[in-house]
């Protein structure tokens, strides 16, 4: 039943993967174009969130074999085509919000990829895998949010889009409020210690950015004053 449904899902996921591509020829509107990108990264989503976490358990026990975990990465396939060649030229980021459905559609799909990917390799059995998860989610998972908003807020500072940067900052503070309002208070002595260290250079970076975000606004307004006097 699980590969039956893992199946489908592929098969979605492609079925609106080619309705993007042929979307010229097909004379689909740009209101459906967005709405089928938005349906793409719901499923994606759902899939990592949902059929994929039930089947590692499955996997762990033989009852599914490893290539059933494997056939799930085809679904990157359009999902990263769609966000580096059809999203640019559509009209998807007209709306502010969609920028944050894109966004949180990666960071929730790369969290749960990275974490079944690790459960599947260093665990042997159920009991295994919740030591596993729970050492992933308390370790490797602030480091991949740092990184995830280090490259929104850098995305956002080189293009001039406020969103990413919006975003970068809401999931460091995510990131910090998980870390140090419940992570931290399941470490030893040493772990606590290098975690508000991290924490630290962190708030330093965080600082750093801001102020350049602060100054490239501020750059942005002068620009426009100008301009609107000149026009004058």
Same mark, same amino acid.
């Given at each position: ?36 990108? @938005? ?5 994606a989503t759902l899939n990592l969130a949902g059929s994929v976490s039930s089947m590692v358990p499955a996997i762990l026990t033989k009852r599914?074999?490893?290539? @059933? $975990? ?10 990263? @085509?769609?966000?580096f060649r059809i999203i640019p030229t559509s009209e998807f980021h007209k709306r502010p919000i969609s920028y944050w459905l894109i966004s ?7 969290? $749960?990829?990275l974490h079944h990917s690790y459960v599947l390799m260093v665990s042997h059995d159920i009991p295994h895998s919740y030591e596993a998860s ?5 370790? @490797? ?21 406020? %969103? ?60 426009? %004053?100008?301009? %609107? %006097?000149?026009?004058?």
């Amino acid at each position: 039943m699980g590969s039956d449904y893992q199946h489908r899902v592929i098969v979605y996921h492609y079925y609106i993967f080619i309705l993007l591509i042929f979307r010229k020829p097909l004379n689909i509107r740009s209101d459906i174009q967005n709405a089928l990108i @938005y349906l793409l990264f719901i499923l994606a989503t759902l899939n990592l969130a949902g059929s994929v976490s039930s089947m590692v358990p499955a996997i762990l026990t033989k009852r599914l074999h490893i290539s @059933y $975990y494997l056939l799930h990465w085809l679904q990157w396939i359009p999902f990263i @085509y769609i966000c580096f060649r059809i999203i640019p030229t559509s009209e998807f980021h007209k709306r502010p919000i969609s920028y944050w459905l894109i966004s949180l559609a990666l960071i929730i799909c790369i969290s $749960y990829e990275l974490h079944h990917s690790y459960v599947l390799m260093v665990s042997h059995d159920i009991p295994h895998s919740y030591e596993a998860s729970g050492h992933f989610s308390i370790l @490797y998972l602030p480091i991949i949010w740092t990184i995830l908003a280090s490259i929104f807020i850098y995305t956002g500072l080189k293009k001039d889009i406020l %969103e990413f940067n919006k975003i970068g900052f809401a999931l460091i503070g995510l990131m910090v409020l998980k870390l140090y309002g419940y992570d931290v208070w399941q470490m030893d002595n040493i772990s606590r210690i290098s975690a508000f260290i991290v924490l630290g250079i962190i708030l330093l970076l965080s600082s750093f950015a801001f102020q350049r975000l602060k100054n490239i606004i501020r750059n942005m307004v002068d620009k426009k %004053e100008k301009t %609107e %006097e000149n026009t004058d």
